[in-house]
């Protein structure tokens, strides 16, 4: 009687797997195209604007320069640069392997990939990708919320979130996932009365 849960369970398990594998590969593609459009239309004549143009746009507007000193500084203390070269980084890595697997036999591939890689680094470390974090923040807080955000992220009490955020999400998603692989099938063996053609399935 126990052997059948645990089955299914198993397959719960290898089904969400290959989702996750699905939705990380479908992530980063889709990425890869947006910005393979983006820079498409940057190099068509008349059409877009270049990076540099945007960046400066963004920067360019009737932000109050104290509100816009208030979010630049809780971009740092929440460390969004950092996050963003973390996740550049692994980004560019996968879409190094993926260049390097569709790419002809070629003596350039490995530094194709390199270039690549070392590019979008450097645009993630620059300033733009601040300046187009600011119209966001500006949008969503108003001048005392983003004081007051500040003061708590500068607290002790702020910081000690901040230090301990990574490590709890890792943990509650943890929980979270084996949660749901316990629940799947359970609910999928309740639902075999109401649908009897769900044992039929698991065959």
Not at 61 to 90: H, V, Y
Not at 168 to 194: D, F, R, Y
Request: proline share 4%.
């Amino acid at each position: 009687m126990h052997a059948e849960p645990n089955s299914s369970q198993e397959k719960i398990r290898k089904r969400m797997g290959r989702r996750r594998g699905r939705f990380t590969v479908g992530g980063c593609l889709f990425l890869l195209t947006l910005a393979w459009a983006s820079g498409f239309a940057q190099e068509t004549p008349g059409k877009g604007k270049s990076e540099p143009d945007a960046a400066k746009e963004a920067r360019a507007s009737t932000l109050n320069p104290a509100k816009e000193g208030d979010i630049r500084r809780l971009l740092e203390l929440t460390g969004a640069k950092k996050n963003a070269l973390e996740f550049g980084q692994q980004l560019g890595e996968y879409l190094k392997s993926m260049m390097q697997k569709s790419l002809p036999a070629g003596e350039h591939n490995s530094q194709i990939g390199d270039t690549l890689v070392s590019k979008l680094m450097a645009r993630l470390s620059s300033d733009e990708m601040i300046a187009r974090l600011i119209p966001v923040y500006d949008k969503a807080f108003s001048g005392e919320d983003l004081k007051a955000i500040v003061r708590f992220y500068e607290s002790a009490a702020g910081q000690r979130l901040l230090e301990a955020t990574p490590q709890v999400m890792e943990e509650a998603n943890g929980v979270s996932e084996k949660w749901v692989q316990e629940l799947i099938p359970q609910i999928m063996e309740q639902m075999t009365e109401q649908f009897p053609e769900l044992k039929q399935s698991e065959k």
